[in-house]
């Protein structure tokens, strides 16, 4: 079946260095990818989506490109600061998605002010 | 604009105690509604969908149970709690398998 991996289970930085959280996917044909974030106490809100292949999705700074090839949708920011701190979740609507996201395991990010 | 309204905010509940948790979409006719559980620290796991009134598909039971009385609103309830219960529910909707979006969720503590 469809699956999302995320390598990272938290990720530790300081304002203004570089992120990358990586995500890839395993899916037939070409599902929509997604990158959520949920900050504590809080119900997940989507910061972007991608359907097709190179498309390129962004919001507030952070952006993912859909690679077919690599099959991944690998989240960056150039520079984080400390509200960025929250739980980042990559996931994908397959075409046989029957009504379920598949979710990625989520990352921690923590902002060592 | 749509909004989604969840209550309680939050519950604390003894083991064996009956559970009902609300969702109500305001904005939107006809939306399928979705229940999802986070343990704390927790990944998100979909419980139930409904894409219709009446008409509810369990993904994960969990003990637990659905019901879409309303168009707008979206039921999850148990007669009995366990101890695994413990966590936050989240109601979500979107329209054609796009988007989700979720409600503010409500946090449940089972003692």
């Known amino acids: 079946g469809d699956s999302v991996t995320q390598t990272e289970g938290q990720v530790a930085l300081s304002e203004e260095d570089f992120l990358t959280i990586h995500c890839n996917y395993s899916a037939s044909g070409y599902p929509t990818l997604f990158w959520y974030v949920q900050y504590p106490g809080e119900g997940p809100q989507l910061l972007f989506r991608?359907?097709?292949d190179k498309e390129k999705g962004s919001s507030r700074g952070f952006e993912a490109t859909y690679d077919k090839g690599t099959t991944s949708f690998h989240l960056r920011k150039a520079s984080v600061q400390e509200s960025d701190s929250a739980v980042y979740y990559c996931?994908?609507?397959?075409?046989?998605?029957?009504?379920?996201?598949?979710w990625g395991s989520g990352t921690k990010l923590i902002i060592k002010p | 604009a749509q909004t989604i309204h969840q209550w309680p905010v939050a519950e604390i509940k003894a083991v064996g105690s009956p559970l009902s948790l609300g969702c109500t979409i305001k904005?939107?006719?006809?939306?399928?509604l979705y229940w999802y559980w986070q343990a704390t620290g927790g990944t998100l796991q979909q419980l139930f969908y409904s894409i219709t009134v009446g008409q509810v598909e369990s993904v994960v039971q969990l003990n637990l149970s659905a019901s879409r009385p309303k168009d707008d609103q979206f039921i999850l309830s148990t007669e009995k709690l366990l101890l695994s219960h413990s966590g936050f529910y989240l109601c979500a909707w979107n329209r054609d398998r796009e988007t989700l979006y979720f409600g503010s969720g409500t946090r449940l503590t089972v003692l």
């Open positions: 991608a359907s097709r």
């Open positions: 996931a994908l609507s397959g075409v046989d998605s029957n009504y379920q996201l598949i």
């Open positions: 904005g939107k006719s006809s939306p399928n």
